[in-house]
């Protein structure tokens, strides 16, 4: 017989079960560890030792037994090693989205205006009188038929052109973004780990684009040395190498990247954490990292003007407080008319995610 079943109250379950909760460690773990499953285990382990993850009745050879079962780990044919699977990485990028942009929801979202005629996707509680070149179906009836029974009487009911409102419209306007990532090694020196919230903010913006917003799209390009592709499933596994910073490849890709989308609206974001140090001369590499070198520079603001040619903003998210380099920002930024966050770590998703959603609606008037 069915009857009620009571347990001993575990205010930090929020009603998830003793796997779910282990899940969402494992899952936080494997972003610092790169996607390394035996890593992100050993991290586990110890993490049970300090703080009782398990007890007597689940252990952590069943919390292994079931992410198997489950699909979310798997063994490599190859050489035997666990791996993760599709389904853990979009669990990655699911829970990098909940972690960064859930906490941005009651947030206040910015508008840019637009004076071009043309109906939107969303009715906006905005009213304004009817102007020539309005649509019929921008009309608010029972608001203008208000204003008709107010302003002539309701016996002699009739209708005049001041009568009438119309109701705003916002667009969801659709936008081509490149997301710029600093790999180089800095991105790890000073004991500060920054490469990491880089990545979580990648993983949340692709899942927010490929869930609400399915029509925009998304580039991950990473530099280093050089500059390259990365593809939303590999940014997991994402680790910083012993590169300089070659602002000026990676700004060339993505520009190659936005050239081919037929989006009207593109933008940049790039996420770093210092000056740029690289130039790829021909086949040999010009590097020099002590100080801000006039030759590098210079070509990365004249990247930065082609863009503006182009309309194509770049917005830099810069996560380090280096004062020196606050005047080559700002000048980059002034050359491309774009903007310029000097962000913390802990403030980086929160940065993003707002200049991202304050592109997507424009008012139409």
Known sequence: MLGHRFEHFDPRAN????????????????TYTSGDVAEALQWMNEL??????????YGMGDFIDDLRNNGYIKDDTNDGRMVITPKSEQSIRKQSLEEIFGKLKKSKQGDHTTFKPGGGDEASPDLRPFRFGDML?????TESIRNAQINHGVEAFHMHEDDLQIRETDLKVQTSTVLMIDISHSMILYGEDRITPAKKVAMALSELITTRYPKDTLDIVVFGNDAWPVAIKDLPYLQVGPYHTNTVAGLE??????????????????ITDGKPTCLKVGGRYYKNSFGLDRKITNRCINLAAQCKKLKIPITTFMIA???YLQSFVNEFTEMNHGKAFFASLDKLGSFIFKDFESGKRKTLY
């Open 48 to 57: 049970d030792k300090q703080y009782q993850l398990t007890d007597q009745e």
């Open 15 to 30: 009603g998830k079960t003793r796997f779910e909760q282990l899940l969402d460690v494992f899952m936080q773990l494997l």
């Open 253 to 270: 890709l993505a520009m190659d990247i936005l050239r081919r989308r037929k989006n009207a609206n593109k933008q940049i974001f790039m």
């Open 137 to 141: 179906e921008q009309i608010d009836f």
């Open 321 to 323: 407080s280096d004062p």
